[in-house]
């Protein structure tokens, strides 16, 4: 790499340290509604799904105030971030030759841009379970338990993430674990254990965890809650605990033509990150046996159909579009500790055409959260 070049993918880092503080200024400007309401409900009133993360703030304060939503999805965010370094580090070195592609990835607008301005929703916290499990041995069936558990966790946390995040962490403990060993019939029944009662979960979250009283009584016990409960304004999707998957369906569906506007904006936005999607095609093509080959192509299968699944569900695009080139991007990490016939040629610094596509991607600062931008 020439010092130009060299100088120009520094600069690109820089300039997205500036692009995620001024997305992280504006956020600040606005009214976290979702992610608000989300540190007031609890188990109060028995089990209850997307309650998880304010039974744990309950722990510790009988009072939310709004800035502790930033205060807590700001420090998430930044072990999240952090985690993701040491594993880039880890995994393809943090040199002058891996910066182009810690730029298309940790400084893409889907991934940790786009985890500013969703900040307080809960995408970020799959993230961050699946670094976790990227970062940790995998030698013994701990590991598989950890999973699982992790996956438990965030299905509490809210249940959509069995579609989100749990099929890419199921692919991390394959990739990690079943993979390199030979497979023993309790590994198996673990697995399949596991996998059976993430589902059992699911299912219990999604149609037996609605809120069990009226509600208005609901919006009433969250102003107990509330630092300042004449912000009613902030309750305004209380709805959410009690709208049926049917109704769900509708409203997304409903949203589909205007929806469907956003396509040609993604499917830009993704060709932008073609130098990083060629690194991963060329990731996997080298891998030493031809079932690891099959076995990541039936992953990243698998992980796609679920956001499919997610957009004919639920109508936030951008957050699933978004959450799926962070699954790819995890994905790239998994597939790289797996043994190759040759080594993979990274991100070209040199190209020019690929350094224009770098300051692009550094200066688009977010994807948002329904609608492109």
Same mark, same amino acid.
């Given at each position: 790499?020439?010092? @130009? ?11 997205? @340290? ?15 509604? #979702? ?15 997307? &309650? ?9 304060? +009988? ?12 420090? =998430?965010?930044?072990? +999240?971030?952090?985690?993701? =370094? ?12 891996? *910066? ?18 969703? *900040? ?11 670094? #976790? ?26 249940? #959509? ?5 749990? !099929? ?11 993979? !390199? ?31 069990? *009283?009226?509600? &208005? ?20 999707? &209380? ?14 569906? @409903? ?8 396509? $040609? =904006? ?32 039936? &992953? ?42 040759? $080594?993979? @040629? ?8 690929? +350094? ?18």
């Amino acid at each position: 790499m020439t010092a @130009a070049y060299s100088r120009h993918w520094r600069t690109m880092l820089a300039v997205n @340290a500036a692009v995620m503080l001024g997305v992280f200024l504006h956020k600040l400007t606005l009214p976290p509604y #979702i992610p608000y309401i989300h540190l007031l409900v609890d188990f109060h009133h028995g089990f209850i799904k997307r &309650a998880l993360i304010g039974a744990i703030v309950g722990l510790f304060t +009988t009072k939310v105030p709004v800035w502790l939503v930033f205060a807590i999805a700001g420090s =998430v965010w930044l072990i +999240t971030f952090a985690l993701f =370094v040491q594993l880039f580090r880890r995994t393809f070195g943090l040199n002058s030759a891996q *910066l182009p592609l810690f730029v298309f990835t940790a400084g893409s607008p889907f991934v940790f841009k786009n985890f500013l301005f969703t *900040l307080g929703h809960f995408d970020v916290y799959g993230c961050l379970g699946a670094i #976790i499990l990227m970062l940790v041995p995998a030698g013994s069936l701990g590991y598989v338990l950890l999973a699982a558990l992790t996956s438990a966790v965030l299905v509490l946390i809210h249940h #959509i993430h069995l579609l989100m995040y749990v !099929p890419t962490i199921a692919a991390i403990v394959v990739l990690r674990y079943y993979l !390199p060993r030979r497979t023993t019939r309790l590994d198996m029944a673990v697995g399949g254990a596991a996998l059976i009662g993430l589902g059992a979960l699911f299912l219990t979250a999604q149609f037996l965890g609605t809120m069990p *009283l009226p509600e &208005a009584d609901f919006t009433a016990y969250l102003r107990t809650r509330m630092a300042d409960p004449t912000r009613t304004e902030l309750l305004q999707f &209380a709805y959410v605990w009690y709208q049926p998957l049917t109704k769900e369906v509708q409203d997304t569906w @409903a949203r589909l033509p205007s929806n469907l506007l956003g396509v $040609p =904006v993604y499917a830009l936005l993704l060709w932008l990150h073609a130098p990083l999607w060629r690194t991963f095609r060329d990731l996997i093509g080298a891998l030493e046996e031809q079932r690891h080959r099959q076995i990541v192509i039936a &992953a990243l299968v698998v992980i796609t159909l679920a956001y499919l699944v997610m957009f004919a569900m639920v109508f936030d695009y951008s957050r699933w579009i978004s959450s799926w080139v962070v699954c790819m991007v995890l994905m790239l990490h998994a597939v790289k500790t797996l043994p190759t016939t040759k $080594p993979v @040629a990274l991100i070209d610094a040199g190209d020019r055409t690929t +350094t224009i596509l770098g300051w692009i991607v550094t200066a688009i600062p977010r994807v948002g959260i329904i609608r492109p931008f």
